[in-house]
């Protein structure tokens, strides 16, 4: 199985600054077919995930162009350029490369 | 757009069945573009995916090693939803049980609203 590891645990940042958080694989999330199938999630309290980035780095429908996404193989990141109030909340990396599909642990974003 | 509507109980004892359905508006389960998954959360395991239903011509299911001896993924085309069974629960099933669209972005794009499960005696 693939496992999903994120870092930091925790982001405290001040509003307006930026933000990153990194998410490294186990084993190289490039399938078969060329593509690269990682996805970044947000999950504000009390709500379910709500998707942001597909595939490393395509926003997913109404999702800000704050936030962005990079990264190649076993490494990759989520980066927020300019933190909101809304944006607070937890942050999930998601593999679909191979079954099972697997998440990382989650960074919490909250502002200073 | 797409919504997932959620039901079933959120109390169960120990050796009982966990049962959830997940209606579907603004899609089809047995679209041949979309794959259909049960998801849970809890503050031990975070989240973890249970296991998936699609149809490509006939239906097709694939479960999580560590739930693959007790769960079912099942759809119903005339009511359009799909449901889980997990069987012999323990007070390890406790979590937030989540259904979600795998659609052409090739993530969950769309979830459920989550239904708090609590497994106790």
């Known amino acids: 199985d693939i496992v999903m590891t994120q870092t930091p645990l925790s982001s405290p940042v001040t509003l307006g600054q930026p933000a990153s958080i990194s998410c490294r694989s186990s084993?190289?999330?490039?399938?078969?077919?060329?593509?690269?199938?990682l996805s970044w999630l947000q999950q504000r309290p009390g709500q379910p995930p709500r998707l942001l980035i597909y595939?490393?780095?395509n926003r997913f429908s109404g999702v800000p162009d704050r936030f962005s996404g990079s990264g190649a193989g076993t490494d990759f990141t989520l980066k927020i350029s300019r933190v909101e109030a809304e944006d607070v909340g937890v942050y999930y990396c998601?593999?679909?490369?191979?079954?099972?599909?697997?998440f990382g642990g989650g960074t919490k974003v909250e502002i200073k | 757009q797409v919504q997932l509507q959620q039901s079933g109980p959120g109390l169960l004892k120990p050796s009982q069945t966990l049962s959830l359905t997940c209606a579907i508006s603004?899609?089809?389960?047995?679209?041949?573009?979309?794959?259909w998954g049960w998801i849970r959360q809890s503050p031990s395991r975070g989240l973890e995916w249970l296991g998936r239903?699609?149809?490509?011509?006939?239906?097709?299911?694939d479960y999580a090693e560590s739930v693959k001896s007790r769960i079912s993924i099942n759809s119903d085309t005339f009511k359009n939803q799909f449901s889980l069974q997990l069987n012999s629960v323990t007070p390890e099933d406790t979590a937030v049980y989540y259904c979600?669209?795998?659609?052409?972005?090739?993530?969950?794009?769309?979830w459920g609203q989550g239904t708090l499960v609590t497994v106790s005696s």
């Open positions: 084993q190289s999330l490039v399938h078969s077919d060329g593509n690269t199938y």
């Open positions: 239903t699609y149809y490509r011509s006939k239906w097709y299911n």
């Open positions: 979600a669209r795998y659609g052409s972005v090739w993530s969950f794009d769309y």
């Open positions: 595939k490393i780095s």
């Open positions: 998601m593999q679909a490369t191979q079954l099972p599909l697997s």
């Open positions: 603004g899609d089809s389960v047995s679209s041949n573009s979309v794959v």
